[in-house]
């Protein structure tokens, strides 16, 4: 069974940044892609990040592409989500999760496609 555990979130004014981890257990942790999503009150869980198994590949949703930094430390089993000059429309609750496929070479950014996921970190961004 695989846990994920985020850590990182909090309140930060507009412009301001806050940096995300998500500790993985287990063994297998370098041979999945690894995602963040995040959700807000009243709204579908969107997609935000993701990183490739080996770390060599990324994808960002639109919305934060330029702002945001998805990274992983295969050693340390942790992803990592910089985020940087946030907006109040940042203002969710993330999540990251695991690729359900071993080893992928597409990624991809549906909710769908990942088998499991953390608790989820608040973040709220004040105008």
């Known amino acids: 069974q695989v846990q994920l555990v985020e850590s990182g979130g909090g309140l930060v004014q507009a412009g301001g940044s806050l940096r995300l981890s998500c500790a993985a257990s287990?063994?297998?942790?370098?041979?999945?892609?690894m995602g963040w999503f995040r959700q807000a009150p009243g709204k579908e869980r969107e997609f935000v990040a993701t990183?490739?198994?080996?770390?060599?590949?990324?994808y960002y949703a639109d919305s934060v592409k330029g702002r945001f930094t998805i990274s992983r430390d295969n050693a340390k089993n942790t992803v990592y989500l910089q985020m940087d000059s946030l907006k109040p429309e940042d203002t969710a609750v993330y999540y990251c999760?695991?690729?359900?496929?071993?080893?992928?070479?597409?990624?991809?950014?549906?909710?769908?496609?990942?088998?499991?996921w953390g608790q989820g970190t608040q973040v709220t961004v004040s105008s």
């Open positions: 999760a695991r690729d359900s496929r071993d080893r992928a070479f597409i990624l991809s950014g549906a909710p769908g496609g990942y088998g499991y």
């Open positions: 287990g063994r297998t942790f370098s041979r999945y892609a």
């Open positions: 990183i490739s198994w080996s770390g060599g590949s990324t």
